[in-house]
């Protein structure tokens, strides 16, 4: 954990982990960047647009038997809306995503791409139609969704950079059993994440959002 003052407002700034190097200052969200020469300043952030999610940032949880909190956020948006993309930092240092979509949740963790068959990595990579199946892990998986997305704002610490305006290309993957995957792609650069749907039931998460007309359940 380090503690910093942000380099445009002075507002301290905490990084709790080394492996997320990029921090909106929760005063002037400025978007800084850590690195070996310091803490520098790569643009600043739009405000987040109001929702009615139950999440927030310092909400807790436990999933598959591992304890988490929620530190960051990305807002995305495409034709038909927009949805959150939660950072969960777990006990152990690892992080994953949980996305908030239409009233349903999902945890996806980052994995490289060259743990897939590479007989179906290029149709995830440059090919994906919608409708078309691919075979993970031995898991028939079927192309749900291919389009372009764009980035409206994000806040909290990230392990990336996510400019206001940062356009990529998602591809969305199900399955029968509820497992799913999501292709995230810029220009070279792929981001594969593999995961399945959660209820907030399951994930019993504490520090929720109070939401005006909405009881909040016993856990949270």
């Not at 020469?37 to 999610?53: C, E, K, M, N, T």
């Not at 979509?101 to 996806?108: D, L, R, S, W, Y």
């Not at 594969?192 to 929720?208: C, I, M, Q, S, W």
Request: glycine share 10%; net charge negative; hydrophobic share 40%.
């Amino acid at each position: 954990m380090l503690t910093v003052s942000c380099p445009n407002c002075g507002a301290p700034v905490t990084f709790r982990s080394a492996s997320l190097p990029n921090r909106v200052c929760d005063q002037c969200r400025s978007m800084l960047v850590r690195s070996d020469d310091g803490v520098g300043i790569a643009g600043v952030q739009a405000a987040l647009p109001f929702d009615v999610s139950p999440i927030r940032m310092g909400t807790r949880g436990r999933f598959d038997g591992r304890a988490f909190e929620v530190i960051g956020r990305v807002r995305w948006r495409w034709t038909d809306g927009s949805w959150n993309e939660w950072l969960c930092l777990f006990g152990d240092g690892s992080h994953g995503w949980l996305g908030e979509a239409m009233g349903q949740f999902m945890m996806t963790h980052e994995r490289a791409l060259d743990t897939i068959d590479p007989a179906w990595r290029l149709k995830l990579t440059r090919d994906a139609r919608v409708g078309d199946t691919v075979m993970l892990d031995g898991e028939e998986m079927t192309i749900a969704d291919s389009r372009e997305v764009l980035c409206i704002a994000a806040e909290g610490e990230l392990p990336f950079t996510a400019p206001p305006g940062w356009r990529i290309h998602s591809t969305d993957l199900r399955s029968g059993s509820g497992r799913l995957a999501n292709v995230q792609r810029d220009g070279s650069e792929v981001h594969f994440y593999d995961g399945r749907y959660v209820t907030l039931a399951e994930l019993k998460p504490t520090n929720l959002r109070a939401i005006e007309g909405w009881k909040a359940p016993v856990y949270g």
